[in-house]
T-cell receptor, first 113, second 115 residues
């Protein structure tokens, strides 16, 4: 049962424009959400996180939005840069299961110069 | 380099052989996690340790899988009698949990190929 879903396997964006990556979840017990970025042959790298008590968190070009009622989060990258091209995973943490992370299937972002 | 390290980076083995992977977490981190990632999927949680205690192992894929963290530092993941379906990337992550939220820092992974 996939509790975290990323329904867009890929996304292409022009350099300088906004990239919006989406993630949906089903478990209302999730209280912490993260985005990871992954390059080929490397492990995922932490990007940004948000707790369930907030609806927005911003870090430089990266902003994560959380809509708890819709069980939806999104990552906005503005402006997009070619170096942002990677696979992005959203993850959610359930405090009732030792904060283990549940990952989505990833969205491959390509930023076109 | 004070990140999470994993050894080996690649392992090719024949079906039926046993394999063991090692993970060295960030030194001050008290939690260590193992994940498996197959092609086109996100990382799938397997097990985790709080210091040397293994607090969750029900998600290990079968009784052929076992993990240890004997002194609360490095950890090993062993797969006995490997099968072709075990071919995947095995990721280790660590975190410092002092209450509240924590991000996990991942190692580069060990890619296992079972022939």
């Amino acid at each position: 049962d996939q509790q975290v879903k990323q329904n867009s396997p890929s996304l292409s964006v022009q350099e300088g424009r906004i990239s919006i990556l989406n993630c949906d979840y089903t478990n209302s017990m999730f209280d912490y959400f993260l985005w990871y970025k992954k390059y080929p042959a490397e492990g995922p790298t932490f990007l940004i996180s948000i707790s369930s008590i907030k609806d927005k968190n911003e870090d430089g070009r990266f902003t994560v939005f959380l809509n708890k009622s819709a069980k939806h989060l999104s990552l906005h990258i503005v402006p997009s840069q070619p170096g942002d091209s990677a696979v992005y995973f959203c993850a959610a943490s359930d405090p009732n299961t030792g904060n283990q992370f549940y990952f989505g299937t990833g969205t491959s972002l390509t930023v076109i110069p | 380099d004070t990140g999470v390290s994993q050894d080996p980076r690649h392992k090719i083995t024949k079906r039926g052989q046993n394999v063991t992977f090692r993970c060295d977490p960030i030194s001050e981190h008290n939690r260590l996690y193992w994940y498996r990632q197959t092609l086109g999927q996100g990382p799938e949680f397997l097990t985790y340790f709080q210091n040397e205690a293994q607090l969750e192992k029900s998600r290990l894929l079968s009784d052929r899988f076992s993990a240890e963290r004997p002194k609360g530092s490095f950890s090993t993941l062993e797969i006995q009698r490997t099968e072709q379906g075990d071919s995947a990337m095995y990721l280790c992550a660590s975190s410092l949990v002092v209450g509240g939220y924590n991000e996990q820092f991942f190692g580069p992974g060990t890619r296992l190929t079972v022939l």
